[in-house]
């Protein structure tokens, strides 16, 4: 099994948000049980390293960059070190990745959603793939959205006489979808654009952190993070300056709900609330049959016992729905590609969407928790299972591995 790959490097870019994370610690630990053998290292800008360490997946953490939109594109600002330029801080960051590249000596590099790193960091791997193919396996993983062009242009790293543009995907062997064809979801690919039927492309399916006989007893999960008894409402709304504003209109809501007088509301923060912002939160909401949580790892286990969910609509938590079943009020988040407006409109049924969240008021959540905690549980759980689509990647990587000796064979 994969006998000539020992060393995976996983480059995850991770500008905001937590899904990259969480996708990327599903696929390894996916694939750390079909192929033991394979070393597992990541390279990443995260802002929460301690997530790897709890699987035990090794990481080398880059300086983060967060992404700053303006002039109608998106900009990569340093997010920490913010007393230096930027240009130092890229330069900090190319200097880890070409040093990691090159003591590491990778089989198999894995790219996370930026073909060719932030702003062309990994673009060096690249161009080596290209001049020497057979040195590694080169693939691209995707929920279906690719960040950036996927053409460069001349001068690339050095000039070459003859070359008026490389196209991205001619670098790498395999280009990987987190999703299902035709499933509504798989619409959303605009990789389809680029790489058409190319027998490079695979769906692997969709996958989450847990399957569904990883899922922890429920009273477990209420004692290991404080959840009151009763019936519950979990609300996750991301992070940004309208958090806090949809924040009251949720809590007022439900207040009014008649269905929801016996539940409790749990809201959950993001990974990038810092203790102050924690405490004037609490401080602002947290009281009778409200409660806050900071971020929680394992946000799965507390869908999975949660009586409705109000979330947004980002691939991983309607992923994380579809695998329990739980009823929900999804507010996507416009992200210009409509991304999260299609997902949502994909999910089968015991959803309400809101698709313009200017015209969410207290009324109609209250009106929309009473339909979703009457809700019989018309939507079944689905079986996302992250280890078939692990196996399905290195079933396919070892064909691969088998078509490129037979081809060295007859050269």
């Known amino acids: 099994m994969l006998e000539h790959l020992q060393r995976l490097l996983y480059y995850s870019p991770n500008t905001a948000g937590i899904g990259h994370v969480s996708r990327a610690i599903a696929l390894l630990t ?17 802002s929460i390293p301690e997530q790897f360490s709890r699987h035990e997946i090794e990481l080398v953490r880059i300086p983060a960059l967060r992404a700053v939109p303006g002039d109608g594109a998106v900009h990569f600002k340093q997010r920490y070190l913010t007393n230096s330029r930027s240009s130092d801080v890229r330069r900090i960051r190319a200097g880890i990745l070409n040093s990691v590249f090159d003591t590491y000596m990778p089989d198999l590099i894995c790219i996370d959603h930026h073909p060719l790193g932030i702003d062309g960091e990994i673009l060096p791997w690249l161009m080596r793939k290209r001049s020497d193919p057979g ?64 027998d490079k ?21 209420r004692s290991l993070y404080g959840l009151p008894p009763g019936p519950i409402i979990t609300a996750s709304l991301g992070h940004g300056s309208a958090t806090e504003a949809l924040t009251q209109v949720i809590i007022h809501g439900f207040f009014q709900a008649q ?10 923060l993001s990974p990038y ?10 401080e602002a909401f947290a009281g009778e049959r409200v409660f806050i949580r900071p971020y929680l790892p394992n946000f799965i286990e507390v869908i999975n016992i949660s009586a409705a969910v109000i979330c947004r ?51 109609r959540v209250s009106s929309a928790l009473d339909i979703l905690l009457t809700s019989k549980g018309d939507r079944a759980p689905q079986d996302v299972n992250k280890y078939a689509v692990a196996q399905a990647m290195i079933v396919d990587l070892e064909e691969l591995q088998l078509c490129q000796r037979a081809t060295e064979n007859e050269q």
């Not at 750390?32 to 995260?46: D, I, K, N």
């Not at 064809?181 to 039927?197: K, L, T, Y």
């Not at 269905?259 to 959950?268: F, G, M, P, T, W």
Request: hydrophobic share 40%; with cysteine; proline share 6%.
């Open 30 to 46: 996916g694939i750390r049980r079909y192929a033991p053998h394979l070393e597992l290292l990541v390279v990443s800008g995260t």
């Open 135 to 198: 040195a590694f396996v080169t693939a691209y993983i995707s929920r279906g959205i690719i960040a950036q062009s996927l053409y460069i242009q001349p001068p690339f790293l050095r000039p070459q006489r003859g070359i008026d543009v490389i196209d991205v995907l001619d670098l790498y062997d395999r280009l990987y979808i987190l999703d299902t064809p035709g499933s509504g979801h798989g619409e959303v690919a605009n990789i389809n654009r680029f790489a058409g039927d190319s």
């Open 273 to 282: 609330t810092s203790p102050a912002e924690l405490f004037q939160l609490q």
């Open 201 to 221: 492309l695979r769906y692997l399916g969709r996958l989450t952190m847990k399957t569904r006989d990883e899922l922890v007893p429920e009273s477990m999960i």
């Open 259 to 268: 269905r929801a007088a016996n539940c409790s509301l749990i809201l959950v």
């Open 313 to 363: 609509g980002g691939y991983n938590v309607l992923t994380e729905l579809e695998l329990t079943g739980r009823p929900a009020l999804i507010i996507p988040e416009d992200l210009g590609s409509q991304e999260q407006i299609i997902r949502a409109g994909a999910l089968a049924s015991a959803t309400l969407i809101v698709e313009d969240v200017s015209c969410l008021t207290p009324d």
